[in-house]
């Protein structure tokens, strides 16, 4: 009994080390062997991954800006700012002057006056003061404006019996408009409106006619006949308006673009005060005077920049008065 459980005992311990041997010899070919090397990176795919983060960045950064080009151009597009925005600037520089000769108008009746004539003739039109006598004003202001002053329209008041409610000096690009004759106070604007696209159209090449749609009809029954006439020249007239100018040296074209563009080119100031002494050394100009001769006031521009700093909502560009550059 004790023999055969002794003999169990063997013949278990016999294959305990039988499996230790078999397991060992298993082992001995995979000793001589190595690991299989890890394959080499392909050409250039560290340069890859070198470049993929800077990538990443850059991505990031040009959403950036796009997220910022968005929010300015919201921002520009409302209230004050989309009405600076939306002033045209000439590629040339040229502009009209409209000289405001103690005509006792509203300063809501000149920028009406001031905005028909913009939207007619597609150039600037900057108001001016003017002096006492309207022809001594408009001849001087061509004589210290003589290559960018596109033409010189001069509100005045004056006696009937002077001065008549429309007169033109072709040679001298100047159109002086008499507002005595031209009624109440709420038919001021329409009137010497029209009659300084009138003016104006006798300057540069056209006649009256009697196109109902034109601007330039005559005038068979008196001042009150205005208010039937539209606001604007005949398309035909229009396009014999821009070439006759053209042949004259001036340019009826306006630069449509951003108004951080407008402002890197010093056609128009930044809108942020703090940025004003920068861009005057820079272009050489007066912040407050461009300001104005656009029609706007510089103290609510500053004052719209400042509101817009309280509530968290403004967008103001590094830089961006002199990159020129999209935001």
């Given amino acids: 009994m004790n023999k055969r459980s002794v003999g169990s ?42 470049a993929r983060p800077r990538a990443n960045i850059e991505a990031r950064a040009q959403a950036a800006k796009a997220g910022v080009a968005k929010r300015y151009q919201q921002m520009m597009s409302e209230g004050l700012f989309a009405r600076l925005a939306a002033t045209p600037v000439n590629v040339k520089g040229h502009y009209l002057a409209l000289a405001d000769s103690q005509a006792g108008l509203a300063a809501k009746e000149i920028a009406a006056i001031r905005d028909l004539l913009q939207r007619n003739l597609n150039i600037p039109v900057w108001t001016v003061p003017g002096q006492e006598e309207p022809i001594v ?47 109440a106070s709420g038919q001021l604007a329409p009137r010497a409106g029209r009659q300084a696209l009138r003016g104006l159209g006798l300057v540069f090449g056209l006649g009256l006619a009697g196109d109902p749609f034109s601007v330039m009809r005559p005038l068979d029954k008196g001042l009150a006949e205005l208010d039937t006439f539209s606001q604007s020249f005949a398309p035909a007239e229009s ?54 001769q656009h029609g706007f006031d510089p103290g609510e521009i500053a004052a719209e920049f400042q509101r817009l700093v309280r ?17």
């Fill in 311 to 327: 509530e968290g909502s403004v967008v103001d560009p590094p830089d961006a008065d002199e990159t020129g550059a999209q935001p």
């Fill in 9 to 50: 005992g063997g013949s278990c311990g016999s294959f305990a080390g039988w499996a230790g041997v078999l397991l060992l010899a298993a082992a001995l070919p995979l000793a001589g062997q190595t690991a299989p090397a890890a394959a080499a990176p392909a050409a250039g795919a560290d340069v890859e991954a070198r």
């Fill in 137 to 183: 004003s408009g001849l001087g202001l061509l004589k210290r404006n003589p290559t960018n002053l596109f033409a010189v329209v001069v509100l005045t008041r004056q006696p009937a019996e002077r001065l008549p409610a429309l007169t033109v000096h072709p040679d001298e690009r100047l159109v002086i408009i008499n507002v005595a004759p031209l009624g």
């Fill in 239 to 292: 396009l014999r308006f821009n070439q006759h100018a053209e042949t004259r040296g001036y340019a009826i074209q306006q630069i449509n673009t951003l108004y951080l563009n407008k402002v890197a080119e010093g056609l128009m100031p930044p809108i942020n005060p703090g940025r004003w002494p920068r861009w005057e050394k820079r272009h050489g100009k007066s912040a407050a005077v461009v300001f104005r």
